[in-house]
Structures are given as structure tokens and as C-alpha cells.
């Protein structure tokens, strides 16, 4: 039997599954299904308040999706400010009068749901109102202030209490009902962002583990607990893994541990794709441990959605003959529009989990005739699908095995399964519990899978969906679809721009490609001390001295240029005529050549970031993706403006025409934290557009330089076209004094900026244009609708990558009073768990500061805030010696303490209230920064009026606010932070351009033909 890989395509494991898989009593599986479906339709009484609301609002309109967006958030907000603000948006922004008597149900059709909600406090309306408005007035009326807030409350209470069985264990048992099937006990909450939140986790599963035990002795059942590796420890990431395996192993083996002597078994839930790799290692390392080889208790979740699920089957197979049985939980997957962003972020090359839904279906059933068969595996099908479920009752004959269904799905389903299939296997119910606060991501995924077109349980009950679609056999299905399994919206990571190959992202998921990657590094292990001997036509008088890599944490020895006297004030400036001249198919073919070879010598680039530039592997990694990416769309970009004649209206008997021409000679200057990406962003814009160019890298990384240059050199770029110097400010003052160049394009200190533009006012020749791009003093704002793992997540990333290194990294965050303390608890908690020192360590977070002096800088200014006593956090770990700054915080005052730019891991904080948020916003519209701002709200009114208020360069909203991508989200900011057209955007190659226009009076070339031949 086959293995597939991660990225297979589908149509290969589709052909492999139709000629794999038998069909089985394909007939009677089809009367069957339509029979169950038909029964669960015919009984309206039966349905349950969730199935009730969601045939009325599912995810297909606004309304559904606003009530989906309140269920997310309401529950959470401290505040009642925010939430009267989160509702009055979400009832008045929708047209609720639509549905109004549309729904079977008379509780819906009373108004709207939310109304029907609130006739659950009040005494059920009986009228209808013919706008969300009215309605609101007269409940306010009835119910007086505060009352539709109550309501609305109170309504996600009794949406989240449909999914989740109890706060706790106490209110669970209260409940009774835990006799008639076997329940697996889920704790809420998943993949925690400290140890705090792991260790609450841990102590949940065990308290869980204990009760459970105490039920079954006195039940004689066998509920079990399900347990996620991911809120076991708050890195449990590929490129940690080595490190958190041992502390990890050491929780979940207690908890083993704990289950075993109570009886209780325990399932490890499938969960993300990046995650399968390392959660299998740590299965096998726990199945195959000598305490547990024996106990049968051990069991993991599969999912049939995975391309890799059929692996996973193996590996459990496998498993199971070396040890004592083990149960195997069947799922189809809960993360799939997850998973599909995520490989499309991360340029992957292709997608890990299968893109059509019957193939889903299909493997699925594979699967399941697999783990029938199989000796030693006790199996668990988890589905709410009436055609699974009839297919694996006929293919089962005399197999142990059970059906699971989710707590608060599927009840009716599985109730008329059982009458139709005689002798159906017992239903098993995974129970989640916990307070509500956890339940949001749980909650999400639930309504997704209950709302979305593509879901079972949402076609179920729609009477415009015949049964006997539904119950068609997916094989049938893919079979018609052979030729078109991916639907047109799923755009494949490499096909995600219309003109152009995405950049190709470097899965770091997965051990194999961290263990290729290294291996590939041992050839470059001699190059980092080795000066460059070789010489490109300009860089023959380059002496580098590197004796030692930064990734140590020591900053390079001087890099010198032995004779600066070289550039003369005629040196090298005029343009190349050879390039100028080229076509721009040409220049374009050279241009994708070079994207490729950046491609091709990806490892060698990484590891000179990694050495010279401190770069983590992720970080390198987006850096030579974003390069690739300036190529190609800049190389496309260009068609725009190069060669291109237009047309302009005038009177008759003359035209004209505009056209662009290239400015000539281009100084362009990069900095040592984007050696790469913005090196290479300037020149191919300057290049693209037919200029020459002299380029100088940054002092601190002259090797990457040279690594580029060479490729740009060897893929057709011509020597006089482009020329590189090396050298500090000196040669790049030089360079911009010479008399012909026509533009600089300039990337660094605001400080350096300032002075190129006096320079290039005094100097004599041609005006020559500055595009610069300075920094930021770049704020996050944080309202109290805001989910805070995912604050915390994007706070992260955005202050302390690349150890703030970024003109866009996070500076302050302004954070609404009432979660202020909370998100600072957990942010400090989540900063502890990051790691800071070399970034030839795959676990780095937090690399080296780039020299001494930048250190002693940011030291210095951190002293000032704690000798004015100011609170200042670091968990103190940054190596010693060498040259690393830990991430610190420091809580403001106000805005008046900070006004200019630290380029470090230091993030500033400051709370807000409702009222003083319009000052704080003008205090920052002030310091005349304006480069990126984020703000994390449910309140899309809030966010339209920051947008009003600031005057930055790139507005990122419930995100991090760092990694802007090509043609995507062109980077650059205003004011203080830069001049301009933006990188990576559609207008910046104008910048480099001279616009003609040639007005010919046609008359004196032979006479007005014209209108004197006019038909
Ligand atoms: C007891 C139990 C335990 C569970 N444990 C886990 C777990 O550990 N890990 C986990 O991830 N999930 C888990 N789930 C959730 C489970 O994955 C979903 O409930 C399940 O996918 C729904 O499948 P279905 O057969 O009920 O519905 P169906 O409607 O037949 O299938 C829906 C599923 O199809 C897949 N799908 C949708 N669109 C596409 C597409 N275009 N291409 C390919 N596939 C598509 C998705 O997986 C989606 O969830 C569990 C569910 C149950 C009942």
C-alpha cells in the first residue's frame, strides 16, 4: 500500500483511491443514506436550537456571518462600552429583515435570531419589526439600559453552551446522562502561548483524567480524555523540537502515566499539518516506552484530509504490531481553510491536505476499510455524515469498532442512523468542557463546519438539496471531477499572482528538510572566514577582512576598502548603453534567471544571512523570498512603463505622445537588515527600467553583497550596468557626489537621509531624486474585542523578530485599560519562552543586535527608563558575552516619553481609554512618523476611523504589522518615514523614469489625411 507525500498531487491519490477502493453494497449504502436523511428532515420538533438557527443564517450571508463574529467576541469583552459598540455594528450593519418569516422554525421566525434570543429573557415577541433599529428601541424600552447587551450575552451563552457539555468537571456530572454512551472528555483551549497556560492545560487533563477514573469505576464504562499536544507546551513547533521534546514527553507521559492506573483511555487529537511530523515522533516515542508498551489505553486521531492520512494509518498499523492494541479515531480534519491560507502564506509547493471535499470523503472511506482490517487497532469513526456512516456500517460486517459524534452535533443523526441500519454500532460523544473563555477557537470551528456550503450537517437539513445528492457515493463523484478537482478559488500557493511564479517558500515543519539544510551548510563552513579573492569588474579593491561570523554573537571586524581615492567625481557614471538598449523581453528573461538562481543557491544565501546578517532560518528564508519576488514583479511591472508609446487626445492633424525614458545613473544604498531583499528591491528596480546602477551594500554585509552581485552577473547583467562598492558612509557620500547621477534610492536612517538630501541639493549636475525609505515609530492599537492569543502572537512577531531589527517593527502598543493587565500577564509570559542567541540554532527567536555600538545605544536607553523607574520586563537571558538584547518592555506613561526610533527588541506600552484615543493618535500623527501602524479590533466602524485618523504608510488589521509582501502590501511609509512610491507596488518603478511626450504636426508631413478621408 501506498505512502503519499505531504505536497502529492491530488489527482495522483485520486487515481490511486478509485482503483484502490472497493464499493461496497453501493445500492442499499445509497436507499439507506436517503432514507436517514429523509427521516431527519421529516421531523422538524426534534432539531436542535443550533440546527434551527443555522437553516435559517448560515455562513452564505452577512447576517449569519455577522451573528458568527459575535459569537467569536461577545463573550470576552470586559467592557460594556465595546460591547453595545460590537453589537450596535453587527444588528445594524445587516439586513435582518430577509429572513424575516423565512425560517420553518417559528423561535427564528419570530424575528431574527437575535431577537428570538432575546425572547428568551422577555416574553417571546409576537410581532415583527421591519428594521433591527425598531427592534432595538423596543426592547430597550421594555428592558431598559443595558438590556439588547444582556440579551445578546446571554444568547452566545446558550450558542456555546450547545457545543460545550460543561464549565468543569462539577457541571458535567451534574448533568447526569453520562450512562447511555461513552464520552472522550476534551479540555477547551489549544495551543498554549505560555508555560503558565500549559501548565493549566496539563493540570485540567489531569483533574479530567482523575474524575474520569473515578466514573468508569463506578459506571463501568469507558470514557476516555482527549488530549492536545499543542496546549501541552507552548512551543511545540517543528524547529523547537528538539528542546521541547524531553519536557513535553515528561507532561504527556504523566498524564499516561495517571491514565493507565485509573483506566482511563487517552486519544492524542489530530491537529495542524506543521504539527503531524513531530506529534508522530512523540506518539511512537510514547506507545513504544517501556511503562506504556503494554497498556492498550493509547490512541491517536488520523485525518482522512491529510494527504499524508494513508501515512498515518501506516505508521499507527506499524505501531500496533510492536506493542499492545491501540484505538485509532477516523476524523476528515477541522482546520482545512487554515491549513490552505497557511500553505499559501508560506509559498509551499502545494497543499498538505487534500483540495476537494468528496476526495476527502473517498480517502476517508479508504482508510476506514483499512483500519476494519486490522489486526490490533481498535477503530473510532468520527463523522456527522450520513453516507460515511451507512458506508462503514455495511463495510464493517462483524469488526469492533464505534461511531463518535461531537458533543451537541449530530444527536438526531445518529438517533435515525440507528433505526435505518439494523444493528448499528454504539455512538460515542466527544465532550468538550471548560469556561468560555476557552471555548472561541472550539466555538469557530464548529459553526464553520456547521454553516459552510461544503459541510455535511449544513445540506442535511435544506430542503433544496435532494437527498439523493447527498448520498451519492464520492467515489462517483470524484470520478466526475477528475479533470477538475481544485476549484477555482483554491489557488495554489506557486500561482497565487496572476502575472508571475510566487516566490518558493522552505517547509521548516518538517525534521527531514532542518536535517537536508544542515547538511548542505557544512559546504559553506569555510567561505564565512575566507576573505572574497575573487573579483567582479568593480570590486577589485575590495579587501575584506571577516574573521568572524555574527551568528556568534560577535559582531564582523572592519570591512575596509584599501583605496577610496578610486571614486572620482567622473567615476563610472555614465549609463550603460548595452543595457539601456536591450529589449525589455530581454531584461525581463535575465531578471527571471536571476529570481531562479536565487532560488537555486537559496541554501548558500541562508547561511550567509545567518552569518553575516544574524538572520533566524524563517527570517532568512522570507528574505530571499521577498527578493525573488521584487524581481519577478518588477520585471512584469515594467511593461507598463518601458517601450510603451500612449497615445494622448489633442486636435486634428497632430499626435501625441507620452512615453518613459530611464533616468540614467542610479546610487542605490541598502542597509545590513535586509542585505538581501532591499539590496536586491533597488538595483532591479533601477536596472528594470533601463538605468545603470552603483550599488553599495551595507559595511556589515559586503559577502552578501557580493553573493548577489555575482548571480546578477553571471545571469547576463552587464559590469558597467551595474557596479558595486563596498565601504561605510564614506563611499556612499562619495559615490552620491559624483556628477552624473541622476537618483538615489536610499534605504536606512532617517539621520542618513537627511544629509543625502542636502548633499544632492548642493551637489552640481543633474537634479538627482531621492526615494528613501527611513523608519518608524510604528504603533499596534488594542481594543478590548481583540482575542489575546492572537494579540500576543502578532506582538511577538512584530516587536521581536529579527530582534526588532525592522523599520517596521512594533514600537508601542496602545492597549484599551480594561485588558491592559491580562494581555501584559500573558504577553510576559509568552516572551519568556523565547529564545535568544545564535541564529544557527533552528530554536533562535531572537538574534544578535548587528554591532557594539547599536548595542550600547539600546543598553543606554534602556538604563534611562530604569533609572527613572519606569516598569522595564526582561527575562533575562540573553547570552553573555556577545552582542544580544533580550526582548524588554517598558510601560509608558505616556507618549511624551518616547519620540524617535530604537532599532531594537524593545517594545514600549501604554494603556488607553475610550476617551483619550483620538489625543493619543494625534500625539503620534505628531512625531511625523508614518510608516506602519496595526490595530486588532472586532469593530470594523474602529477600524475605518483609525484609518481616517492616521497617516501611515501600511495599516495591517488583525495581524502582525511586519513581512509586507510584494505586490501584495507595497511597503513605505510618509512624513518622517520616507519619500515616495512604494516598494513592491505598482507605481515605484516610476520613480526611476523620465516621462517625454513628442507632439508632431502631422499637417507638415504630407497634409491633414485624416478628416480629408473620412468615410
Ligand atoms: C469525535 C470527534 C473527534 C474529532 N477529533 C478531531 C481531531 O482530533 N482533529 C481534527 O482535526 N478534527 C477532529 N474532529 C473534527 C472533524 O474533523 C470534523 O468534525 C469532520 O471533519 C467533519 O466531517 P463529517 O464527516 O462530519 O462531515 P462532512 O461534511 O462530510 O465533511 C466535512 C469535512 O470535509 C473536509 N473538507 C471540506 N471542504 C473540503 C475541500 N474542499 N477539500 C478537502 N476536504 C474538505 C473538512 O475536513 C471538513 O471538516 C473530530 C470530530 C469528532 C466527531
Known amino acids: 500500500m501506498k505512502d503519499f507525500s505531504k505536497f502529492q498531487p491530488d489527482r495522483e491519490i485520486a487515481e490511486y483511491l478509485l482503483d484502490a477502493f472497493t464499493i461496497q453494497n453501493a445500492d442499499q449504502v445509497h436507499e439507506q443514506t436517503v432514507q436517514i436523511i429523509e427521516q431527519c428532515r421529516l421531523n422538524k420538533s426534534e432539531r436542535s436550537l443550533l440546527d434551527q438557527f443555522l437553516s435559517e443564517y448560515g455562513l452564505t450571508n452577512r447576517e449569519g456571518v455577522a451573528l458568527m463574529c459575535l459569537a467569536e467576541s461577545i463573550l470576552r469583552i470586559p467592557d460594556t462600552a465595546t460591547k453595545d459598540q460590537l453589537i450596535e455594528e453587527k444588528l445594524t450593519n445587516s439586513n435582518w429583515a430577509n429572513h424575516l418569516n423565512q425560517a420553518d422554525s417559528l423561535f427564528v421566525n419570530a424575528a431574527t435570531w437575535g431577537l428570538l434570543i432575546a425572547g428568551k429573557v422577555i416574553t417571546p415577541p409576537n410581532k415583527v419589526f421591519d428594521n433591527p433599529l425598531e427592534w432595538l428601541q423596543d426592547l430597550s424600552k421594555k428592558m431598559g439600559e443595558g438590556s439588547v447587551r444582556r440579551a445578546i450575552t446571554l444568547a452566545m451563552q446558550i450558542l456555546s453552551k450547545e457545543f460545550v457539555m460543561g464549565v468543569d468537571f462539577d457541571s458535567v456530572l451534574k448533568q447526569g446522562n453520562l450512562k447511555s454512551a461513552v464520552h472522550s472528555f476534551d479540555m477547551l483551549g489549544e495551543a498554549a502561548r505560555s508555560k503558565q497556560q500549559s501548565q493549566n492545560f496539563f493540570n485540567a487533563y489531569y483533574q479530567a483524567i482523575e474524575e474520569v477514573g473515578k466514573l468508569n469505576a463506578v459506571n463501568e464504562i469507558n470514557h476516555g480524555v482527549s488530549i492536545k499536544l499543542s496546549a501541552l507546551h507552548p512551543r511545540f513547533e517543528t524547529l523547537k523540537y528538539k528542546y521541547v521534546k524531553a519536557e513535553l514527553f515528561e507532561s504527556v507521559s504523566a498524564l ?21 511530523s513531530i506529534s508522530l515522533d512523540l506518539i511512537e516515542t510514547l506507545a513504544l516506552h517501556k511503562n506504556f508498551k503494554d497498556w492498550d489505553g493509547l490512541g491517536l486521531a488520523v485525518q482522512a484530509y491529510g494527504k499524508r492520512g494513508l501515512n498515518v494509518f501506516h505508521f499507527a498499523k506499524n505501531l500496533a504490531h510492536t506493542r499492545a492494541p491501540l484505538h485509532v479515531r477516523l476524523t476528515k480534519g477541522a482546520y482545512w481553510d487554515g491549513e490552505i491560507k497557511a500553505a499559501q502564506v508560506a509559498g509551499l509547493s502545494g497543499f498538505p491536505v487534500l483540495i476537494n471535499k468528496d476526495l476527502t470523503d473517498l480517502n476517508y472511506l479508504f482508510i476506514a476499510s483499512k483500519l476494519l482490517t486490522t489486526k490490533n487497532i481498535h477503530p473510532r469513526f468520527a463523522t456527522h455524515n450520513a453516507h460515511t456512516i451507512t458506508s462503514i456500517h455495511h463495510m464493517a460486517e462483524d469488526a469492533d469498532y464505534e461511531f463518535q459524534r461531537l458533543f451537541g452535533m449530530g444527536e438526531m443523526l445518529y438517533a435515525k442512523a440507528s433505526k435505518v441500519l439494523s444493528g448499528m454500532q454504539n455512538t460515542g ?85 532542518l536535517n537536508t539544510l544542515q547538511q548542505n551548510f557544512k559546504e559553506f563552513k569555510d567561505l564565512k572566514i575566507t576573505a572574497i579573492t575573487h573579483a567582479t569588474a568593480t570590486t577589485k579593491t575590495l579587501e575584506v577582512k571577516k574573521c568572524v561570523s555574527i551568528a556568534d554573537g560577535h559582531p564582523l571586524g572592519t570591512v575596509n576598502i584599501d583605496d577610496l581615492s578610486i571614486i572620482k567625481e567622473d567615476y563610472l557614471v555614465t549609463p550603460s548603453p548595452s543595457w539601456k538598449n536591450l529589449a525589455l523581453k530581454d531584461k525581463q528573461t535575465i531578471f527571471f534567471n536571476i529570481a531562479d538562481q536565487l532560488e537555486a543557491h537559496r541554501d548558500k544565501i541562508i547561511y550567509f544571512l545567518i552569518h553575516e546578517a544574524g538572520k533566524t532560518y524563517k527570517d532568512a528564508i522570507d528574505e530571499i523570498r521577498e527578493a525573488v519576488d521584487f524581481l519577478r514583479y518588477y520585471a512584469v511591472q515594467a511593461e507598463k512603463i518601458s517601450q510603451v508609446r500612449q497615445s494622448l487626445p489633442g486636435p486634428t492633424g497632430e499626435t501625441n505622445d507620452l512615453f518613459y525614458e530611464p533616468k540614467g545613473v542610479f546610487v542605490c544604498i541598502s542597509p545590513w537588515n535586509f542585505p538581501v531583499a532591499i539590496f536586491i528591491g533597488q538595483i532591479a528596480a533601477a536596472l528594470i527600467t533601463g538605468n545603470s546602477v552603483l550599488a553599495k551594500p551595507s559595511e556589515h554585509t559586503p559577502l552578501l553583497g557580493e553573493i548577489v552581485a555575482d548571480i546578477f552577473y553571471d545571469c547576463g547583467i552587464p559590469t558597467d550596468a551595474l557596479q558595486l562598492f563596498h565601504g561605510n558612509g564614506e563611499v556612499g557620500q562619495k559615490l552620491i557626489s559624483c556628477s552624473g547621477i541622476n537618483g538615489v534610492a536610499f534605504t536606512g536612517s532617517l ?27 510604528n ?55 523565547l529564545w535568544v542567541g545564535s541564529p544557527e540554532e533552528f530554536h533562535c527567536d531572537v538574534g544578535p543586535i548587528i554591532e557594539d555600538r547599536a548595542m550600547t545605544r539600546l543598553e543606554n536607553y534602556l538604563q534611562q527608563f530604569q533609572d527613572r523607574k519606569f516598569p522595564v520586563f526582561s527575562h533575562n537571558q540573553a547570552p553573555n558575552p556577545g552582542c544580544f538584547i533580550a526582548p524588554t518592555l517598558i510601560e509608558l506613561s505616556s507618549l511624551d516619553e518616547i519620540d524617535h526610533e530604537m532599532f531594537g527588541p524593545i517594545l514600549h506600552t501604554l494603556p488607553f481609554q475610550v476617551d483619550n484615543l483620538d489625543n493619543m493618535l494625534s500625539q503620534l500623527v505628531q512625531k511625523g512618523y508614518g510608516l506602519t501602524m496595526g490595530m486588532h479590533s472586532r469593530i470594523e466602524g474602529k477600524v475605518d476611523d483609525l484609518l481616517q485618523k492616521s497617516i501611515t504608510g501600511n495599516v495591517y488589521i488583525n495581524r502582525d504589522i511586519v513581512g509586507a509582501v510584494v505586490g501584495s502590501q507595497p511597503f513605505g511609509g510618509t512624513g518622517l518615514s520616507g519619500t515616495g512610491f512604494k516598494a513592491g507596488g505598482p507605481n515605484y518603478l516610476l520613480q526611476f523614469v523620465d516621462e517625454r511626450t513628442v507632439t508632431k504636426n502631422t499637417v507638415a508631413f504630407g497634409g491633414n489625411t485624416d478628416i480629408l478621408n473620412l468615410d
Open 256 to 276: 499516561a502515566n495517571l491514565a493507565q492506573s485509573q483506566n482511563v483511555e487517552i486519544t492524542i487529537d489530530a491537529e495542524e499539518q506543521h504539527r503531524l
Open 429 to 513: 460523544v466527544y465532550a468538550p468542557i471548560g469556561p468560555y473563555k476557552e471555548l472561541l477557537p472550539y466555538l469557530v470551528r464548529r459553526l464553520l463546519e456547521n454553516g459552510a456550503n461544503s459541510s455535511f450537517v449544513n445540506s442535511l437539513l435544506d430542503p433544496t438539496v435532494p437527498p439523493s445528492t447527498l448520498a451519492e457515493h464520492p467515489n462517483q463523484k470524484v470520478i466526475a471531477a477528475i479533470n477538475n478537482l481544485q476549484h477555482k478559488k483554491i489557488v495554489s500557493p506557486h500561482n497565487l499572482f496572476p502575472q508571475r511564479k510566487n516566490s518558493a517558500g522552505f517547509d521548516l515543519s518538517e525534521p527531514e528538510n
Open 751 to 777: 539621520e542618513t537621509a537627511k544629509k543625502i538630501h542636502q548633499q544632492l541639493s548642493h551637489k552640481a549636475g543633474p537634479i538627482a531624486n531621492l526615494i528613501a525609505e527611513t523608519g518608524g515609530l
Open 779 to 833: 504603533a499596534m492599537i488594542i481594543d478590548s474585542s481583540s482575542l489575546l492569543e492572537q494579540v500576543v502572537d502578532d506582538i511577538l512577531r512584530s516587536a521581536f523578530n529579527s530582534a526588532g531589527q525592522r523599520c517596521s517593527a512594533l514600537r508601542i502598543a496602545l492597549i484599551h485599560e480594561t485588558i491592559y493587565e491580562d494581555l501584559l500577564n500573558l504577553l510576559r509570559d509568552a516572551m519568556k519562552e
